[in-house]
């Protein structure tokens, strides 16, 4: 049992016929746990509307030393449906992202001679399985989140993967890569000192000093989450530094931070593809990702509906409200 309520029972069975000068004790032990808890709830520090507290007073993903949060965000208004695109299947999905991400590049070597990237693992690999762009040598990559591993690792490195299915074919190409260490705190501020080391005609900044990718493609998991960014963690909550740490399984993680995403000039998100265990596809995700009623801490990719451009697939779609449908929308 609690032992907390232990100590609240005790004293009530003795308040009857206890002598008088017993009795402020008594009464003492029998509010301990109810000035406990408010007290944790006063001195909580609050953070954009969130109170931020040690894992073990709520529930959330088993890790250690890590902190959940305590929701008190309201709801985000809906993606606008004109940022929503339905194509067919998987493989027009696919080459449309390669189209905009051509024009993206093309369009920022225009305008200063160089193209930053920021790409997340996952099925956004294979859709750029086998190119070989023109432009691959004035760009900087930079992963939206990467598993603290060496970047050799086939099974697990965004790199090794990536390398694989595409980047031995972008020549020229300049990657930013984590040391290979499985410490994801020095991976993560060791990352955002090689983005902020990169001149501004490699990475602009904002005015408000974060770094403005010319597209940033982001996935989207089941659960909602975007790069290493997951439901009901501290870290969705980031506003000052560019790349996080992410401790929440074994290895760690580091992601670029929702602001970071955000500050993108182009975002996409990109869902397709079903299987025998999601005919569906992504179709619930993307409807709790682009209308749901949700918070920022309960669906991290609704944190990006204001400025990503949605390309998905009719099975990714097909739980949609009829406006997102529309073909003239």
């Not at 109810?34 to 073990?56: C, N």
């Not at 004035?138 to 993967?161: E, F, G, I, R």
Request: glycine letters at 6%.
């Amino acid at each position: 049992a609690d032992p907390s309520r232990r100590i609240a029972m005790v004293p009530t069975a003795a308040l009857r016929g206890a002598p008088a000068p017993l009795m402020p004790a008594l009464l003492l032990l029998l509010i301990a746990p109810l000035v406990h808890s408010l007290s944790f709830q006063t001195f909580a520090r609050p953070v954009a509307s969130h109170f931020i507290v040690p894992s073990p007073f709520l529930q959330g993903p088993a890790c250690s030393g890590c902190r959940t949060l305590a929701p008190r965000l309201s709801l985000l208004e809906p993606a606008s449906p004109s940022r929503v695109t339905i194509l067919k299947n998987t493989n027009e999905v696919s080459k449309m992202v390669l189209e905009q991400l051509n024009a993206a590049a093309e369009a920022a070597i225009k305008e200063r001679g160089h193209f930053a990237l920021a790409i997340p693992g996952g099925s956004v690999l294979k859709m750029l399985q086998g190119s070989a762009p023109p432009w691959a040598s004035q760009t900087t990559l930079a992963y939206v989140n990467h598993k603290c591993v060496p970047m050799d690792d086939a099974a697990l490195a965004t790199h090794a993967k990536a390398t694989a299915l595409f980047l031995s074919g972008w020549r020229g190409v300049s990657p930013i890569l984590l040391s290979g260490t499985a410490d994801a705190p020095a991976e993560a501020a060791a990352y955002q000192e090689k983005l902020e080391a990169l001149p501004d005609y490699k990475l602009p900044r904002n005015e408000a000093g974060l770094p403005v990718f010319d597209l940033s493609i982001i996935g989207v998991g089941d659960d909602g989450h975007v790069g290493s960014l997951y439901p009901g963690r501290i870290e969705v909550l980031e506003r000052t530094r560019w790349v996080v740490p992410v401790e929440m399984k074994i290895p760690g993680s580091i992601s670029l931070s929702l602001p970071v995403m955000s500050a993108s000039k182009q975002v996409i998100i990109a869902a397709c593809g079903v299987s025998d265990k999601y005919p569906q596809g992504k179709s619930d995700a993307m409807r709790r990702a682009i209308e749901g009623e949700e918070e920022l801490t309960s669906f991290p990719a609704a944190g990006l509906r204001a400025v990503a451009d949605w390309i998905i697939d009719e099975a990714a779609a097909s739980k949609l409200s009829s406006e997102y449908k529309a073909k003239d929308h």
